[in-house]
T-cell receptor, first 108, second 115 residues
């Protein structure tokens, strides 16, 4: 079993829909990260969380430390949100442990 | 915000040759940089942790003599794929962090094709 599990692995939705991607982890962490990888390969760090909730534009990330679970929400989804979303945790030293990614496709 | 510049973005080389990939932190000092490899539709795999002024720490299974990492300054780390083989063809990407309270900044990645 992977230390970081994401669901779903693939998600297709219509423009405007509310999107939720889930991440569960099994190790102690100092922080959880949500990353976005576009088709060209570039990776952008969206959020770093150690507790509670963060919001940036249409993106919201939450974390429940007790349940070892985090969610990434996208409101009013748009085709430009189509990307792979990766959950990763910092579990010691500075190394990141990655989930397998969620491939999101938003259709117009 | 923090920027990590990675070059080249794409490279095609012949089997047996060496290829160098550079990552530079443009507006911050990165005492530690991380090198990853990614196979198609797979997650990132950490290859090594590059520390300024000291030897890199390689993950289990990564050949240190094949993937040479140098971190000669606080803003530059390089990955050299030596004696490249077609199976080394992959997407390589680096990342760095300004400090423990900051997130990770990633380079734009290098797509290596060995023919």
């Amino acid at each position: 079993k992977n230390e970081v599990e994401q669901s779903p692995q693939n998600l297709t939705a219509q423009e405007g829909e509310f999107i939720t991607i889930n991440c569960s982890y099994s190790v102690g962490i100092s922080a959880l990260h949500w990353l976005q990888q576009h088709p060209g390969g570039g990776i952008v760090s969206l959020f770093m969380l150690s507790s509670g909730k963060k919001k940036h534009g249409r993106l919201i990330a939450t974390i429940n430390i007790q349940e070892k679970h985090s969610s990434l929400h996208i409101t009013a989804s748009h085709p430009r949100d189509s990307a792979v979303y990766i959950c990763a945790v910092t579990a010691g030293a500075q190394k990141l442990v990655f989930g397998q990614g969620t491939r999101l496709t938003i259709n117009p | 915000g923090a920027v990590v510049s990675q070059h080249p973005s794409r490279v095609i080389c012949k089997s047996g040759t060496s290829v160098k990939i550079e990552c530079r932190s443009l507006d911050f000092q990165a005492t530690t940089m991380f090198w990853y490899r990614q196979f198609p539709k797979k997650s990132l795999m950490l290859m090594a942790t590059s520390n300024e002024g000291s030897k890199a720490t390689y993950e289990q299974g990564v050949e240190k003599d094949k993937f040479l990492i140098n971190h000669a300054s606080l803003t530059l780390s390089t990955l050299t794929v030596t004696s490249a083989h077609p199976e080394d063809s992959s997407f390589y990407i680096c990342s760095a962090r300004q400090g423990a309270v900051y997130g990770y900044t990633f380079g734009s990645g290098t797509r290596l094709t060995v023919v």
